[in-house]
C-alpha cells in the first residue's frame, strides 16, 4: 500500500494515527518534498500549523526506524514564489502529480484537494480536519465586567483592566497571580481560533507576531515574539451605546447633520469616547433614511445590522473607498483618519459629494483640524471639513464651525494684505476663535482674542514677531531682539558688526522683509535699546551703510566650495566634514549669511526668506558658493 499525505493531512497528524492504530502496517508512506516546503516556510513565520506539521514527520521517522513503515521522501522542492502562492493551489498542485506519479492514494483534510485530485482520477482517502484548540466562549470573557472597557494580559505579569465610566477609567491590577506562559499561549491559540471558526468572529489582521481579531464585540490584539517581547493580550470592548440625545448641542447637531451633507471631523484623546459618539451620528443618520456606511480597520463600532461596515479592500482603504462611491452612500463613517493616506480617502470622497464622519485623535479641538493643513489644499479646506466636534471624558466639548472669506487677517491693516482666510468659529458664540492663512510664504494658525483684535502679544503678533526674528537670524550672525510697536510696526536690535548684513546693499534685504511681512521694520544696534545706553533714531533709518556686497569678514578667502541642492522646500548646502560648526556661506568673496552645520552635514534655508532668495539668485548666476569657518 503505498500513501502520499499531502500538508493537511500531516498538520493534522492523520498519518502517524493511521499508522498507531494499524491501518497503515507496513505501508509506503511518500511524503512529497512540497509537504516539507510548505512547513519550514509555515514554521519559519512562526505558524504553529508548520511546527506541528514538523513534529508530525519527526513521528513517522520513528516508526520507520522501528519497521513499521516504509518512509521516503520524493518529488521536487517547490520555489519560492509556488510556497507564496500556496493558497492558491500551486503547491497542492505539485502533490497531486507526486501521488499520480507514483500510483499511491492521496491522503488529505483539505475537501478542495480531495474534489480535484478526485476530478483527475487520483485515489483519494479524505479524512475530516482536526479541529484544535477551538473553544465555545471566550476564555478571558470572566475578565470583563459591566464597567470593564479593556483587560491587559502579558506573559509573567499581573492582569490589568481599565474599568470605570467614559473619561473616569481606572488602570487596575485584577488577579494577583502573574499569567504564565503556557497560559499566555493557550489563550491567544483558542482566541484567535475561535475567530477564525466561529460565525460571530473574523480574523481582521494576521502578520508574523500580530493577530488582530473581532469576536462579537471584542476587538483583541495578539502578540507574541519577535514582534513582542513576550505574548501579550489586549481585549477591548465598548462599555457604553449612546444616541445623539445622550450629547450637548444634539438639537443643533441634529437639524446640522439633516440640514446637508457634511464633512465633520470628531476629535478627542483615546478613550475620551469618540467611536461611541462616532456610533450614535450613524445610528441617527440611519434613522433619518440616509445610506450609512463605515470604514474602519479594524471594524469595531457597535452599529445595527443596516448599516454596512466595510474594512481595508486589498489592505488599502482607497481600494474600499473606490468601491464605496460605486455602492453611493449619504454618509460615510471613517474611523480613524490617522495617515496622510487616510486624509487623502477621507477629502477626495467629501470632494464627490459623499459626506463624511472622520475620526481623528487630537488633544485639542483645533489639533484635528491641523492636521488636514499640509495634506490637502489650504483653501479646499473648509470645503472637505466644515465642521469639527471635541469629545473629552464622553461629552461633547467643543464644536467649531470652519468656512473661508477673503479678507485681511485680524491684527493687520494693510488693506493689500487681505487674503483667503480660514475661520474657525465656536458654534456656540459664532465668535472666531482661530484663523488659518498664509503668512509669509508659511501657513499659519492665528488664534484671537476674545475681543477680537489680537492682542499685541497674541494672535498674529506673535506669529509677526517669530517669522521676524527668523528672516533676521538668517543673515545676522550675533544675538537679535525684535520688539513689536503696534500692528504693522517693529523695531530690530542687532550687534553693531550685523547692521550693513541685516539692511543688504541699497535696503534692498530690509524692505524686502518688509514688504512681505506688511510691517514697516527699523534696526538698531542693541546699544540703542532704551536702558542699554545711548539712545537714537538707530542705522536703519538710511540705506547708506554698508551692504552686504562689501568684502565679507574673511576677505579674499574663498573656503571651501559647495553645490547647493534646490530642492521644493529648502536649499540645501552640503557641509559633511563640519557637523556642529558655525560658518559663513559666501557667494564668492561676498558674504551671505552664517549658520550652523546639522547632524546630516547639511545647512538648510527655507525658500521664500531673504537669503535663501539672494542665495538661489548666486546659483543662477553661476557664482561660486563657499563656506568658511565663521569668525571668532
Known amino acids: 500500500m503505498k500513501v502520499v499525505p499531502d500538508t493537511s493531512a500531516v498538520i493534522d497528524g492523520r498519518v502517524s494515527e493511521r499508522v498507531a492504530d494499524g491501518t497503515y502496517e507496513e505501508a509506503t508512506v511518500l511524503v512529497p518534498e512540497a509537504v516539507v516546503g510548505e512547513l519550514e516556510s509555515q514554521a519559519n513565520d ?40 500556496a493558497s492558491e493551489g500551486d503547491v497542492d498542485a505539485i502533490i497531486r502529480d507526486v501521488a499520480e506519479d507514483h500510483d499511491a492514494a492521496l491522503l488529505t483534510s483539505d475537501v478542495v484537494q480531495a474534489e480535484v485530485a478526485r ?26 465586567t459591566e464597567e470593564t472597557m479593556s483587560v491587559h494580559l502579558k506573559t509573567g505579569t499581573k492582569p490589568k483592566a481599565k474599568r470605570g465610566t467614559l473619561g473616569e477609567m481606572r488602570y487596575a491590577v485584577i488577579e494577583e497571580e502573574p499569567t504564565s506562559e503556557d497560559r499566555m499561549g493557550e489563550w491567544a491559540t483558542a482566541i484567535v481560533n475561535l475567530a477564525r471558526g466561529s460565525n460571530d468572529g473574523f480574523v481582521e489582521l494576521s502578520e508574523e507576531g500580530m ?60 478613550g475620551a469616547g469618540k467611536s461611541t459618539f462616532a456610533q450614535a451620528v450613524a445610528e441617527f443618520l440611519n434613522d433619518n433614511d440616509y445610506a450609512v456606511k463605515t470604514m474602519e480597520k ?11 461596515q466595510y474594512g481595508a479592500l486589498g489592505g488599502d482603504m482607497a481600494n474600499t473607498a473606490d468601491s464605496l462611491l460605486l455602492v453611493r452612500p449619504d454618509y460615510t ?32 479641538a483645533i489639533d484635528a483640524l491641523q492636521r488636514l493643513v499640509g495634506r490637502v489644499e489650504l483653501g479646499m479646506i473648509p470645503q472637505i471639513v466644515d465642521t469639527v466636534v471635541y469629545i473629552e471624558a464622553g461629552h461633547v466639548h467643543t464644536v467649531y464651525d470652519v468656512d473661508t472669506e477673503v479678507k485681511v487677517p485680524e491684527g493687520l491693516t494693510a488693506e493689500d494684505l487681505a487674503r483667503p482666510v480660514i475661520r474657525v468659529r465656536d458654534f456656540e458664540t459664532g465668535r472666531a476663535d482661530y484663523e488659518i492663512y498664509t503668512f509669509n510664504r508659511q501657513v499659519v494658525t492665528v488664534p ?73 521694520i527699523d534696526v538698531r544696534t542693541h546699544d540703542e535699546r532704551p536702558g542699554d545706553g545711548a539712545g537714537g533714531s538707530g542705522a536703519a533709518g538710511s540705506a547708506s551703510g554698508a551692504g552686504a556686497g562689501d568684502a565679507g569678514p574673511m576677505g579674499g578667502d574663498r573656503g571651501a566650495v559647495v553645490q547647493p541642492e534646490i530642492t521644493s522646500r529648502h536649499v540645501e548646502i552640503p557641509v559633511e566634514e563640519d557637523v556642529g560648526e558655525t560658518v559663513e556661506v559666501r557667494a ?43 569668525r571668532g
Open 448 to 520: 484671537i482674542g476674545a475681543d477680537g483684535d489680537g492682542g499685541s502679544e497674541s494672535g498674529v503678533s506673535r506669529i509677526a514677531k517669530q517669522e521676524i526674528e527668523r528672516e533676521i537670524r538668517s543673515v545676522a550672525r550675533g544675538h537679535v531682539d525684535v520688539e513689536l510697536q503696534g500692528r504693522d510696526t517693529a523695531i530690530v536690535y542687532v550687534e553693531e558688526d550685523d547692521i550693513s548684513y541685516v539692511i543688504g546693499k541699497g535696503g534692498g534685504r530690509i524692505s524686502d522683509i518688509e514688504n512681505r511681512l506688511g510691517i514697516d
Open 119 to 144: 476530478a483527475k482520477g487520483i485515489a483519494v482517502e479524505y479524512v475530516e480536519p482536526v479541529t484544535r484548540g477551538v473553544v465555545e466562549e471566550l476564555p478571558i470573557a470572566d475578565y470583563f
Open 211 to 270: 493577530d488582530i481579531v473581532q469576536y462579537r464585540n471584542y476587538r483583541i490584539a495578539v502578540a507574541r515574539p519577535p514582534f513582542a517581547d513576550g505574548i501579550e493580550i489586549t481585549a477591548v470592548r465598548p462599555i457604553a451605546k449612546t444616541d445623539l440625545d445622550d450629547y450637548e448641542f444634539a438639537d443643533e447637531l441634529r437639524e446640522r447633520f439633516l440640514e446637508s451633507k457634511r464633512g465633520v471631523l470628531i476629535s478627542g484623546s483615546p
Open 298 to 308: 479594524p471594524r469595531d463600532l457597535q452599529v445595527g445590522p443596516e448599516i454596512t
Open 588 to 630: 564668492e568673496d561676498e558674504y551671505l549669511f552664517t549658520a550652523t552645520v546639522g547632524r546630516g552635514g547639511e545647512i538648510q534655508v527655507s525658500r521664500g526668506s531673504a537669503i535663501a532668495e539672494e542665495l538661489e539668485d548666486a546659483i543662477d548666476r553661476k557664482r561660486t558658493i563657499s563656506v568658511v569657518p565663521a
Open 333 to 364: 463613517i471613517y474611523d480613524e483618519v490617522r495617515k496622510t493616506a487616510d486624509f487623502e480617502v477621507f477629502s477626495d470622497m467629501r470632494m464627490a459629494g459623499v459626506g463624511m464622519v472622520g475620526v481623528v485623535h487630537a488633544s485639542r
Open 46 to 85: 512562526g505558524h504553529d500549523p508548520g511546527w506541528d506539521g514538523l513534529s508530525e514527520l519527526q513521528q513517522l521517522a520513528e516508526f520507520a526506524d522501528e519497521g513499521t513503515i516504509s518512509l521516503s521522501y520524493v518529488g521536487r522542492r517547490p520555489s519560492a514564489t509556488e510556497t507564496r502562492a
